[in-house]
């Protein structure tokens, strides 16, 4: 586990690492890109995809 410090509120953060479904990185980009740039599918998020034998969401 690592600690950060947030430069905007000073709280100290825990950064842990975390394993996500294909379905929740989805969820993640599309939350993220709610402006009007899509964000790009990530090679993680294929390769996720990929080992459920699924397509990437377009």
Known sequence: ???ATSP???DSLRLEPV???AEEATQLR???SRG???MPV???ERDL???KGME???
């Open 1 to 3: 586990m690592k600690t």
């Open 8 to 10: 905007l509120t000073g």
């Open 19 to 21: 394993t996500i479904t």
């Open 30 to 32: 599309h939350y993220a």
């Open 36 to 38: 009007a740039w899509k």
């Open 42 to 44: 990530s090679q993680l």
């Open 49 to 51: 995809y990929a080992a």
């Open 56 to 58: 990437p969401p377009a």
